[in-house]
């Protein structure tokens, strides 16, 4: 079975702290995407990637940025973190032009 | 921009029948559905390609409509599994960006 993870479930952090989410997954897949959802608004999404070190800004890229240095893992950063990005963060990784396979999601809270 | 789903929500009795739509403002390429449950992930249901056939999955089934930008799912026979929300996701571009939409949160009751 495809498995993708992410290093958290849940995440309190401050204002202003830098936040990484990690996100791994073991399936060798080309892509890999950082979406946020908020109630009323679906998933939204932030960043994808589709190859190692390659990255695309999504809908919504303001305050944050990626890293991918390796195939299975893609970060998601968030430089300084604010309330406004209090959100549930959903990672997923897919095979070209293929369904997506998401990870459990890491709920942030920024105090 | 995300697509448009209607309706929002919906409650069906067991064995009711249901019918998602999802529209978009662009010329797609191809169109996937999504479930998800309350507290858990999303889960792929099917992909639509851009001039590909109806597709199903045991009593769900959609369709593509690519002169409209529109996709329907239907949900058949509907059983408390199917339960969640949906959500469509629209592909315009390469790479597989795909844009999904807010979601229409489904209820099925005994």
């Known amino acids: 079975d495809v498995k993708v993870t992410q290093s958290s479930r849940y995440l309190v952090k401050r204002t202003g702290e830098k936040v990484f989410l990690e996100c791994v997954q073991d399936?060798?897949?080309?892509?890999m995407f950082w979406y946020r959802q908020d109630p009323g608004l679906g998933l939204r999404l932030i960043y994808f990637?589709?190859?190692?070190?390659?990255?695309e800004k999504g809908d919504i890229p303001e305050g944050y940025s990626v890293s991918r240095e390796k195939k299975e893992r893609f970060s998601l950063i968030l430089e300084s973190a604010s309330t406004n990005q209090t959100s549930m963060y959903l990672c997923?990784?897919?095979?070209?032009?293929?369904?997506?396979?998401f990870g459990p999601g890491t709920r942030l809270t920024v105090l | 921009q995300q697509p448009v789903q209607s309706p929002q929500a919906v409650i069906l009795r067991e064995g009711e029948d249901a019918v998602i739509n999802c529209s978009s403002s662009?010329?797609?390429?191809?169109v996937h559905w999504y479930r998800q449950k309350h507290g858990e992930a999303p889960v792929f249901l099917m992909i639509?390609?851009?001039?590909?056939e109806q597709k199903g999955h045991e009593k769900i089934s959609a369709s593509f409509n690519e002169k409209k930008q529109q996709s329907s799912l239907y949900l058949t026979a509907s059983q408390l599994s199917y339960s969640g929300t949906y959500f469509c996701?629209?592909?315009?571009?390469?790479?597989?960006?795909?844009?999904f939409g807010t979601g229409t949160k489904l209820q099925v009751i005994p």
């Open positions: 662009k010329a797609l390429y191809s």
């Open positions: 399936m060798d897949h080309e892509n």
């Open positions: 997923a990784s897919s095979p070209l032009t293929s369904q997506e396979f």
């Open positions: 996701g629209t592909e315009s571009g390469g790479y597989q960006k795909v844009t």
């Open positions: 639509l390609l851009k001039g590909g």
């Open positions: 990637s589709y190859d190692v070190k390659m990255k």
